[in-house]
């Protein structure tokens, strides 16, 4: 009996097991496919853009990074950036890898991360750092137009050149415009590369430079730069004083080629500064007494005598109106009105004034006077001619030796 019970028991467990044991792992296997696996986080963030630790970065740098999700879900970024160790959040939910944070601050330490979001989990990146570089100042300005040594025979003409900035900073330009060497400045925080100088003087040499100036106030200086104008009717030249490489204009009227500046050659005892103020040479040269200015001309060059001078206002019709032709056609240098000048004759003379017997310095911006080579009589006064800014006539009036007034010099 018993055995039979045992025989039967262990048929039963044979049957059992081998039906129970599929149906088990039936419901194991399907069991564990429905159940929901937990979300991964997206990888760490890696710069790809070469400014970790990096210096002398520019302002205008982008940031840019790498990353991805296991599951390939969407990713939003946010950004921390600042010049603390610790940045502060920037801008929340970006959703893009690369980022431009606006212009820099020169020579600034800069501290980023990225923090990366699929929506459940996030991944927060290191620390990375850059700076930027200290600011380096415009480039040389360039290219001038006109051409350096051009002549323009049109009435009017727009200066224009180049210039670059190392940093890509926006740039203004102050303009120095003259008739000399030295220009002095006529406008300021001009935003293009072009200045319109409107109508030109006949017969004369302009020279011009401008300073180039970034946003953080670096700035410089460019060259020195001259064309010479021409109207129709007007020959122009160059004189070169060998003796101290000063460089004047000239101009041809009546067939002879007249200095179209005031002479500046240092003539040692005789010769001097209005007022003793150097800067007062650039503009109106220096002041001679009668024997300094007859030795000072270069060679090749003198001082002209009165029947020369004579000669040259006869040909822009007489004394009554050759002042208005002769005197340079402006109110920045002649006292206004500067009244009919218009410099048609190309002489562009300047009011430099004189020093009289007394030693006074007197009438700089009113009158020009210049010496000519020829003696009133035997008393010891020579002519000289006059020019003043509230007439358009030219006078010859006799004077002793022992003033002091500006040269213009004449060709041989």
Partial sequence: MHKAY???MKIY?????????????????????????????????????????????????????????PENEIIKYDIYFG???????????????????????????????????????????????????PNRPPELPNMPYPVIGDNISTGSVKLSWDCLDPNDDPMIYNMYIGRNNTPRKVAIDI?????????????????????????????????VWYFGSQFPGNSLGTLIDERDNNIYSTVLINDKWWMSENLKYHYPNGSLVYDYDEA?????????????????????????????WEGMVNSLGGKNIAGS??????????EAPNSGADNLSGFAALPGGYMNTAGDFVQIYNEAIFWTSSEVNSSGGFWATKLKYNQTSISFAGFYGNNAFSVRCIKD
């Fill in 83 to 133: 010049n603390s160790r610790d940045p502060q959040l920037l801008i929340s939910d970006y959703d893009s890898a690369i980022y431009y944070p606006g212009p820099l601050i020169k020579d600034e330490i800069y501290y980023w991360k990225i923090v990366a979001k699929d929506g459940l989990n996030i991944s927060e990146g290191p620390i990375w750092n850059f700076s930027t570089g």
């Fill in 325 to 334: 032709l002769m005197k340079m056609e402006d109110t920045f240098l002649w």
């Fill in 191 to 223: 935003s293009s590369r072009e200045y319109d100088l409107g109508g030109l003087q006949s017969g004369d040499i302009y020279f011009w430079f401008v300073v180039s100036i970034d946003i953080n106030g670096d700035y410089t200086v460019g060259p």
């Fill in 280 to 308: 007062n040479e650039s503009n109106f040269g220096r002041l001679y007494n009668w024997e300094a200015a007859y030795n000072s001309c270069p060679s090749g060059w003198h001082l002209p005598s009165l029947e020369e």
């Fill in 6 to 8: 045992f025989i039967l």
């Fill in 13 to 69: 467990n044979r049957i059992i097991i081998k039906i129970i044991r599929p149906v088990l792992l039936i419901f194991l296997i399907l069991g564990f496919c429905n159940c929901k696996r937990p979300n991964l986080p997206p990888y760490q963030p890696v710069i790809v853009s070469s400014i970790d630790r990096s210096l002398d970065q520019d302002t205008l740098v982008f940031l840019s990074w790498q990353c991805s999700d």
